[in-house]
């Protein structure tokens, strides 16, 4: 059925919810589950905007990406609690649906499970987040929204 489970999180406790969806189908499937967390890339002019003036213009970047990579090992550690096995994390800079919808292609991703609300969810997505929203509208696989 699925050989390769895409979960997106972000930190949200919907994220973790979708991460539980996505063992509960390894255990039926037998199937790989890959975490993505992207976070979004700041130009040097955003991050020059910011209220504190780092000493290195990247540190914003640095500073995300870091807390993504976070993210994914607590995921990690969230799955294997959960009794998830052959699990795999990534951290990606970008938009995240435009990310996530490419990585699944990339990766041969035959189900992406992501939460219905992030972190940052706006009035775009109504009920569902943004993010699920335009995933579940613009992936080539199945999306199960949690």
Excluded: W
Excluded at 90 to 97: C, D, Q, W, Y
């Amino acid at each position: 059925m699925f050989k390769r489970i895409l979960v997106a999180v972000d930190g949200s406790m919907t994220s973790f919810d979708a991460l539980s969806k996505a063992i509960e189908l390894q255990k039926i499937t037998d199937a790989e589950i890959m975490l993505l967390c992207v976070y979004k890339h700041h130009s040097l002019f955003e991050a020059s905007l910011s209220i504190g003036r780092p000493a290195e213009m990247d540190i914003p970047d640095k500073v995300l990406s870091d807390y993504a990579k976070e993210v994914v090992e607590h995921a990690k550690k969230l799955a294997a609690e959960r009794g998830g096995t052959d699990v795999r994390g990534f951290v990606k800079a970008g938009k995240p649906s435009k990310v996530i919808i490419e990585f699944a292609q990339e990766k041969g991703v035959d189900l992406i499970v992501i939460g219905t609300k992030g972190t940052h969810s706006d009035k775009d997505g109504m009920f569902l987040g943004s993010v699920s929203h335009r995933v579940a509208s613009n992936a080539k696989c199945p999306v199960l929204v949690v």
